[in-house]
């Protein structure tokens, strides 16, 4: 896996699996353009199945207490409260 510096940071597009907010299980960062970093997380995946079962349901769950239509509009109405 590739050590992320400052500078990546400020640079560079992620693909998270995973969030620390809400699933604290991320475990594979790719930085855009690290083909060498992906595949190996790809072959990660590939290999063990555990790993990939538990990313793939902490996937869903960060799917839908996050970016679900209902959470999306779960923040909008705590907004719309927030500025009455």
Do not use: C, W
């Not at 400020?10 to 998270?16: E, K, L, V």
């Not at 690290?34 to 595949?39: A, R, S």
């Amino acid at each position: 896996m590739t050590d992320l510096s400052s500078s990546d940071i400020r640079h560079s597009t992620y693909a998270i699996v995973g969030h620390e907010k809400h699933v604290p299980d991320l475990q594979l960062i790719t930085i855009n353009g690290d083909n060498e970093g992906l595949l190996n997380n790809a072959l990660t995946l590939l290999h063990d199945s555990a790993l990939r079962k538990s990313l793939g349901a902490n996937a869903r769950q960060l799917l839908s207490e996050v970016f679900s239509v209902q959470a999306a509009a779960n923040n909008i109405l705590a907004a719309m409260k927030r500025v009455d």
